[in-house]
């Protein structure tokens, strides 16, 4: 089974950055999309980008000219940087892997503070 490994959460400032990774145990081959979910409390998981293994995109309104989504396929792993971070965008965010249509995994979730 696939693993997924976030990591980069931390407080920030509003207007600051933070640069978002997910890690692969292994080599993900096939048709898929990887994407970036957000959880606040209170409040359900939002989609915040997604990206096929073709290099399609796809943003949430809310982060669109903001946050761009990434991978890189020799190193396995997503990205998510994140600029312009304003205090809504305070949220667990969760890596996801989607395979065909019965494989789906998360990651463990990393925290996102946006605070002065």
């Known amino acids: 089974q696939v693993q997924l490994v976030e990591s980069g959460g931390g407080l920030v400032q509003p207007g600051g950055s933070l640069r978002l990774s997910c890690a692969a145990s292994?080599?993900?081959?096939?048709?898929?999309?990887m994407g970036w979910y957000r959880q606040a409390p209170g409040k359900e998981r939002e989609l915040v980008a997604s990206i096929t293994s073709g290099g399609m995109t796809n943003y949430g309104d809310s982060v669109k000219d903001r946050f761009t989504i990434s991978r890189d396929n020799n190193k396995n792993t997503l990205y998510l940087q994140m600029n312009s971070l304003k205090p809504e965008d305070t949220a667990i965010y969760y890596c996801?892997?989607?395979?065909?249509?019965?494989?789906?995994?998360w990651g463990q979730g990393t925290q996102v503070t946006v605070s002065s």
């Open positions: 292994g080599r993900i081959f096939g048709v898929n999309t």
């Open positions: 996801n892997l989607r395979i065909g249509v019965n494989y789906q995994k």
